[in-house]
């Protein structure tokens, strides 16, 4: 029997790019979706990310759990409701330091009826569905 702990559950594009090969850092950084480009890349957690520039690769590269999308880049709120969902790249947030991605603005502002809750909901279903979905 394998744990959760060594299976993966990724939402990535059919090249394994994760979060639509958007810069994770900008978010934290810019505020803002910036489009990564192919020329800087890292692979953490068998996910490509992209980064728009050769900075934004050696900060994520420092610390690479910091910037990752949490749920494996899958909407936090349908995580929050025990199913994967796919994301909208404008209705992201960040909560407690953690890049949240939602699958659309409506969704994200249901997440944030009860954005504690429900981040403490998804935090307790995530690993039952690296059980059962992840490889």
Request: a positive charge.
């Amino acid at each position: 029997m394998t744990l959760a702990e060594d299976k993966m559950l990724l939402n990535l594009d059919k090249s394994g790019v994760a979060i639509q090969g958007y810069d994770p850092v900008a978010f934290f950084t810019v505020g803002a979706p910036v489009k990564g480009s192919p020329e800087f890349t890292s692979t953490y957690h068998a996910a490509v990310y992209q980064f728009h520039s050769a900075k934004n690769k050696a900060t994520f590269d420092g610390e690479p759990a910091k910037y990752e999308p949490q749920f494996g880049g899958y909407c936090a709120y349908g995580v929050s409701r025990n199913a994967l969902a796919p994301i909208d790249i404008k209705a992201w947030q960040i909560v407690d330091g953690r890049l949240l991605m939602q699958k659309s603005i409506s969704i994200r502002d249901d997440f944030n009826e009860d954005t504690k809750g429900n981040l403490k909901k998804a935090d307790s279903n995530w690993p039952k569905l690296l059980e059962k979905k992840g490889k």
